[in-house]
């Protein structure tokens, strides 16, 4: 399909009411991506799914994609990939068939098809911890940051009910050559989060996570430090004393403007009380 020159350059509305109809069918038949938050909001998830399973012969799950959001009570965006996910996890029973399909999403050209991918890897019984984030890893890398939102938004439960692992598991993560792999450490293991449950263990202990974050205190990514400040500022709101500490250590250890941005992201709601 032909996409016009205007809708490839275009910068994307603001509000989700202000994103063409044009945009909406395009993204909807799953041939663009989105380029902003107004128009992932605004994708008719369950008529693109529909538009994928049939032009990838999968039509047995149809029913299921009906059944499954018909039963839906809470019908937000991330909810809404997250029972595509377990459609798309539970209609392949087979390892073959699941890679098959799980390979065929990682390839889509729609940012919201990829995104499902990483749902499946969740919601998939029997993979371990390590195979998942073996499997999301590429996910997380993508080049459209929902893409990389949603690989750690799918993965984040297994995180909260393995800790001990997952934290040995991201090491590599927290020290690979990838910008947005290792900003992946840093964002699923957030004691607070954003759209997503709280980590109880890292409020309570925050400096279970700290072997992640000391790779990254200078890190020259702002995407990374931008994280990692986030992270401390979660951990500020149930353990200020660790936070102060841990940022006055890296003030003395650490005397760049990198860490510096970091110090001063995760001491802002500190700073807001004193103030």
Known sequence: MLIPEHVLKRKGSTTTSGVPKEVRNLL??????????????????????????????????????EESFGLMKIKTAPKKMEVLGIVLAQGF?????????????????????????????GKRNGL????????????????NMSVREAAWLAI?????????????????FSL????????????????RGVWCNHVPVLKDNPELGLPLLEPLR????IYV????????????KTKPGWVQDVCKRWEKESPTKETATIIRRGLRTLRKKSD
């Open 28 to 65: 909807d038949l799953g041939v663009i991506e989105t380029v902003n938050l107004a128009e992932w909001l605004v994708v008719d998830q369950e008529s693109l799914a529909r538009n994928l399973f049939q032009k990838e012969n999968w039509n047995f799950l149809l029913k299921p994609l």
């Open 93 to 121: 029973p087979t390892k073959g068939q699941f890679e098959n399909a799980l390979r065929r999403l990682k390839e889509h050209h729609s940012d919201i098809v990829r995104s499902w991918a990483c749902f499946m890897i």
């Open 128 to 143: 371990s911890l390590q195979e998942s984030l073996k499997r999301v890893q590429p996910l997380a890398a993508d080049k």
């Open 156 to 172: 984040r439960p297994r995180i909260i009910t393995q800790l001990g692992e997952s934290l040995q598991l991201l090491m590599g």
């Open 176 to 191: 690979h050559r990838d910008e947005n792999i290792r900003r992946f450490a840093s964002e699923i293991t957030r004691p």
């Open 218 to 221: 200078s890190d020259d990514s």
């Open 225 to 236: 430090r931008n994280s990692v400040g986030n992270w401390l500022n979660d951990a500020s």
